[in-house]
């Protein structure tokens, strides 16, 4: 349908505008050469649609087609400028809520329309493998908007398109989440299953720990874990970072993390003492000196970069054969 000449029939301007059944009696004159002026201003729709009880079918399309151009128009342009050889890019998955054909409407819970996104929808959640004394099994990721019997919201994401205001009286579509309630739970199977022995000192799962999981494209090291011998619960501790490397006691090295230099010096590793993740650890970063951290911990320096130590690896053929090294993570 051609959008120019519906606007004609259907679209009420709000002042001096009427109409009756599907019949528009009065209509101001304007040029719609400039289209989608008015009716967009500031890259917001300024207007109102209005169909009657008994409009004709033709009418109602009328309106729908218009209000997805005007939708589409609904943006504004910003110039960015660029100094010298530093260029702008975009990165990250992207991911149409639609199934089979089934759209996204205004006020339809999104688990209504996708329950679950998986490795076919994103590459953030493509499927890996991960291995261990134990075996290797398969790893699956899905991001569900729905996980129960009860209706929606009640076992799936409170999130909903609503065309309403912000919390800067900008009216337009929204995607919506109601504050406190959960947007969405991750999931990961283990498709064959992922064993480990129990450590009954501390009741951790020895073959778990410092294997790499790789969770929406980024690579965590399993730094600590532990099962409930009541509940069955397991808990993982993961760590992970844009940098990852190792460093010898009284070494520096410079890495480069999102345009800036950042200098880290491994000023002590203690004496290791025979017992597994009791050394002690300082590290200076531009200047920065952290506290005392062990295997496991990390801290969020100044300018808000996390820094944490994954393992400690002792020399245990003394300081002339060189000093302990420090594996850990920056980002």
């Not at 009696?25 to 169909?51: I, Q, R």
């Not at 496991?296 to 130590?309: A, F, K, M, Q, V």
Request: charge should be negative; hydrophobic fraction near 35%.
């Amino acid at each position: 349908m051609n959008v120019k000449k519906a606007i004609k029939r259907v679209v009420a301007l709000g002042v001096g505008v009427s109409m009756l059944g599907a019949t528009l009696l009065g209509a101001t004159a304007y040029d719609l050469g400039s289209y989608p002026s008015p009716f967009v201003k500031d890259g917001m729709f300024n207007g109102l649609m209005v169909v009657g009880d008994d409009a004709a079918p033709a009418d109602i399309i009328g309106v729908t087609d218009i209000a997805m151009s005007l939708q589409y128009s609904s943006t504004v342009k910003e110039t960015i400028k660029v100094s010298g050889d530093s260029g702008v890019s975009l990165g990250g998955d992207s991911v149409k809520i639609q199934r089979s054909g089934d759209s996204l409407e205004l006020n339809e819970w999104l688990g209504d329309v996708m329950e679950t996104v998986d490795s076919g929808d994103a590459e953030a959640l493509k499927s890996f493998t991960v291995s261990n004394d134990k075996g290797t099994t398969d790893v699956n990721q899905y991001l569900r908007f729905a996980w129960g019997p009860l209706a929606l919201p009640n076992d799936g994401a409170y999130a909903k398109a609503m065309y309403t205001k912000d919390d800067d009286d900008n009216v337009g579509d929204f995607l919506w989440f109601k504050d406190g309630e959960e947007a969405f739970k991750y999931e990961m199977e283990f498709v064959e299953g992922f064993e480990s022995d129990v450590d009954q000192t501390d009741d951790s799962l020895e073959d778990l720990e410092d294997e790499t999981l790789h969770i929406l494209g980024e690579d965590f090291a399993v730094v600590s874990s532990h099962i409930s011998e009541t509940t069955g619960k397991i808990t993982l501790d993961l760590m992970g970072g844009a940098i990852h490397d190792t460093i010898e006691e009284g070494e520096t090295k410079t890495y480069t993390l999102k345009g800036k230099e950042y200098e880290v010096t491994a000023l002590i590793i203690s004496d290791w003492a025979g017992a597994v993740g009791s050394a002690k650890v300082k590290l200076k970063v531009n200047g920065e000196v952290t506290k005392e951290m062990s295997e496991g911990s990390t801290e969020i320096l100044n300018d808000g970069t996390t820094i944490g130590i994954r393992e400690v690896l002792p020399n245990e053929a003394g300081e002339t054969a060189g000093g302990d090294i420090l594996e850990f993570y920056l980002g």
